[in-house]
């Protein structure tokens, strides 16, 4: 009986002993795992932060750029309103030069001058004529000269009593007695549609520069005598060699035209 006390003493001391050291090694271990758990948690919860905090980021620049392309995209219409802008009074303040070149040639002209608007033209014969605001009630004639302060346009063609049709001085059809002031040489000037004009047949061996001015001969009556036309840019021969061609480069544009003036012809 007293043994077997002493056994189950023995047992509960050994167990008391054991349960002890258990809790000391726990203890021990749980120190550094504690550690290293809140470590790692550390560790997890900056990286969710800092994933966050580049989310955030990302998500303000990208509002940022969203803001400076509608920024940019409206500065780019305002620029293109401002340009549009400029080439309007660029325009206007063009006409209104060709107005005063217009009136100024009127007011110094012996013979009497119509002003006429150009209204239309055709892009199928755009260098060959228009079509002026201009015609008998306003004592425009079929074979008016038609002029700027620049040079020669054309000659009118066909008259109706609000309107008259003109053939440009570029149309192949059109022919013009020229003359060259610095040489004496006259000719005959022909349009080659956007290409210069062409004075054909001149004597080989003729004193022609490039720069040369080329004017009106005016000796029919119809265009206004030394009148400009354009300016020499190449003398060469032709094919057969035997003449020289020159070649004018007109001084109106004829290919933006807007306002012109028109010298009915002198009676006989």
């Known amino acids: 009986m007293v043994s077997l006390r002493q056994s189950r003493l023995s047992f509960d001391v050994f167990t008391t002993a ?75 303040s063009k006409d209104a030069n060709k ?67 003109v053939r440009l001085l570029t149309d192949p059809e059109m022919k013009l007695g020229v003359l060259i002031p610095r040489v004496g040489l006259t000719g005959i000037l022909s349009g080659r549609h956007q290409n210069p004009a062409v004075i054909d047949f001149v004597p080989i061996g003729t004193n022609v520069d490039v720069k040369d001015k080329v004017v009106c001969l005016g000796q029919s009556g119809t265009f206004p005598e030394d009148h400009p036309v354009g300016t020499v840019i190449s003398v060469r021969r032709d094919g057969n060699g035997t003449n020289a061609k020159i070649e004018v480069k007109l001084s109106e544009n004829c290919y933006d035209l807007r306002q012109v003036l028109v010298l009915p012809p002198i009676r006989q």
């Open 18 to 92: 054991e349960w002890l050291f258990l809790f000391i090694v726990v203890w021990l271990l749980a120190g550094p795992f504690s550690g290293f758990v809140l470590g790692a948690n550390t560790w997890l919860s900056s990286i969710f932060t800092k994933g966050a905090f580049q989310l955030e980021s990302t998500k303000n620049l990208a509002n940022q750029v969203m803001v400076a392309a509608d920024r940019i995209r409206t500065l780019e219409t305002k620029l293109a309103q401002a340009q549009l802008e400029v080439t309007k009074l660029r325009q206007q």
């Open 99 to 165: 107005l005063r070149e217009l009136l100024s040639l009127r007011n110094h002209s012996e013979r009497e001058a119509i002003a006429a608007d150009v209204i239309s033209r055709s892009p199928d014969n755009w260098f060959e004529q228009i079509t002026i605001d201009k015609g008998t009630l306003d004592h425009v004639f079929k074979g008016s000269a038609v002029i700027t302060g620049e040079g020669v346009v054309g000659q009118v063609v066909s008259v109706s009593q609000n309107a008259s049709v």
